[in-house]
């Protein structure tokens, strides 16, 4: 579905990632981990035309394109909701520039704040609400978009335990019942080993895809699997070794 190639960024003379592959197939839900800093948001960035990379050929469904575009949802790090509109009217900015059926996507928009626990907070503005209400509605967003695949630059680092767990199995679903593919950054292994199909563990810059984990552990996923408790301590041991690159 997406082949990226050669793929190489440089910021400042410095080399944030070079000769970078990645591909994903329809479906999988992949992840990628990687110590903070290191160059996963640059390398979004890179995919959907946020910025352009130096090098690099991305391929989409064997068509060459200069990045993603409207073929992916993004949702970047920082949730980006326009401060003088509502939830609901934030929620609603993809209808309103894709020009779609207003009435759908509002039954839409309604569904997903049920869902993702927004329901009443449909006229706040965001800085009425906590940073977790704030990045579960740019989550509302996102999907609104209804692409193939969705881009989630660490989707739910902002949110409580037992809402990130709902929305994990929420992201779950949207894999498993909507037949999404899902590319998705986190820094947290025990989120990657619930979620993955293939997880890659990113060495810091220039970053490069330093293992690659296939995962076939049926979902939900529980972390009393003895095989995902060994792969977390395989990973956590790889990234303890690693300098961050945040100084840098
Ligand atoms: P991560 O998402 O892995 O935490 P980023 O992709 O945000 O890392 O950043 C990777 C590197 O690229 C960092 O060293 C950062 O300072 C640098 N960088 C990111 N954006 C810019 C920019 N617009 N100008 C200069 N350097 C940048």
Request: charged share 20%.
């Amino acid at each position: 579905m997406l082949q990226l190639s050669g793929a190489t960024k440089i910021y400042n003379g410095q080399t944030v990632f070079s000769n970078l592959d990645l591909s994903v197939s329809p479906g999988q839900f992949k992840v990628l981990v990687g110590p903070s800093g290191c160059g996963k948001s640059t390398l979004f960035d890179g995919l959907t035309g946020v910025m352009a990379l130096d090098r690099g050929e991305i391929s989409w469904k064997g068509h060459a394109l200069a990045h993603l575009g409207r073929h992916a949802a993004y949702m970047q790090q920082k949730d980006l909701l326009l401060p003088w509109f509502s939830l609901m009217d934030n929620a609603l900015l993809p209808a309103r520039t894709g020009k779609m059926d207003m009435t759908r996507m509002k039954s839409r928009a309604n569904k997903l704040f049920i869902r993702l626990g927004l329901k009443g907070y449909e006229s706040h503005h965001p800085h009425e609400v906590s940073g977790g209400m704030r990045q579960r509605c740019a989550l509302v967003r996102t999907l609104m978009f209804n692409r193939d695949l969705i881009l989630l630059d660490e989707p739910l680092s902002a949110l409580d335990a037992i809402t990130r767990r709902r929305l994990q199995s929420l992201l779950l679903l949207l894999q498993t019942e909507f037949n999404k593919t899902i590319l998705m950054i986190t820094h947290d292994i025990e989120e990657a080993l619930l979620l993955a199909d293939e997880v890659y563990l990113l060495s810091p810059q220039p970053m490069a895809i330093k293992e690659r984990f296939v995962l076939n552990q049926p979902k939900p996923r529980h972390f009393n699997d003895p095989d995902l408790l060994k792969i977390k301590e395989y990973m956590l041991a790889q990234l303890e070794g690693e300098p961050t690159c945040e100084a840098g």
